[in-house]
């Protein structure tokens, strides 16, 4: 198994993850943890596996100085049109999470990694330049799709016979990913070298939702109450997504 990269999946990638409340869900999860563990202060920024450059925009219009780092050169691109059309400046770099420590010497006051461990062929392998890019006082946004809640969804489904061969990874062309990760056995493999200071999920119910009951949800409705619950002790455990927000150790 290789990592993997969206290079032909782009305008399919940016409808499926970014469009419709799913999308504006995660943003808003993403911004406000953002918005509460960060300094009102312009930091440099790093964003790994930037995509089409949502979050990267985001931080930028706040006034930081941000670098995208993306490997698939049509997500680039997307990012580079968006940032114009904002009138907004960034840095953009082509490269695998591999190339980023030999070409960045500098670390980051903040460390974006969103949407990508799930996509490596050996996803704890990033954890040491994640560190290595990151401010020893600087910040890393891990955000992952949590297999907890994949097992859950098919627990629903009735997957049985799925469950059973434990087989659990999206097809090759599928935008489920290849690797949804354990949280437990990720938070095993950042000790040491990281300390979790917030955790929240991400869609931690809209994903559960008969689907008539979605198509009647207002979205500032649904976003109010993913965001009132995305830390609940019983419920952000199920998000689709998991956010943490980590300082080096």
């Known amino acids: 198994m290789s990592d993997r990269h969206f290079d032909q999946l782009a305008t399919r990638f940016a409808e499926k993850i970014y469009g419709g409340a799913k999308g504006a869900i995660r943003l808003a999860v993403l911004q406000a943890d953002l918005k509460e563990s960060l300094p009102d202060r312009p930091l440099r920024v790093l964003d ?3 995509g089409l450059g949502h979050m990267a925009l985001w931080l930028a219009e706040r006034g930081h100085d941000v670098t995208l780092a993306e490997p698939a050169e049509p997500m680039l691109e997307g990012a580079r049109q968006r940032f114009a059309e904002a009138g907004q400046s960034g840095t953009f770099i082509q490269a695998p999470w591999q190339d980023l420590p ?24 990033i954890l040491p330049a994640l560190h290595q890019l990151t401010k020893a006082d600087g910040w890393l946004s891990l955000a992952f799709y949590n297999r907890d809640a994949l097992i859950y969804r098919n627990l629903l489904k009735g997957h049985f016979k799925k469950m059973r ?36 999920g991400v869609r931690v119910f809209h994903d559960y939702m008969p689907v ?35 300082r080096p150790v």
């Open 48 to 50: 790994i596996g930037a």
């Open 212 to 246: 008539e009951f979605q198509a009647k949800a207002e979205l500032a409705d649904l976003l109010e109450m993913e965001l009132a619950h995305r830390r609940h002790p019983s419920f952000a455990g199920l998000g689709r997504y998991l956010h943490w927000m980590c």
């Open 102 to 125: 030999g070409q960045l010497t500098e670390p980051y006051d903040l460390v974006l990694c969103h949407a990508v461990l799930e996509w490596l062929a050996e996803p704890h392998t």
């Open 165 to 200: 061969r434990n087989t659990l990874a999206g097809e090759k062309q599928s935008l489920t990913p290849q690797q949804p990760l354990d949280p437990r056995e990720l938070a095993a493999q950042l000790e040491g070298q990281w300390r979790v200071e917030t955790q929240s």
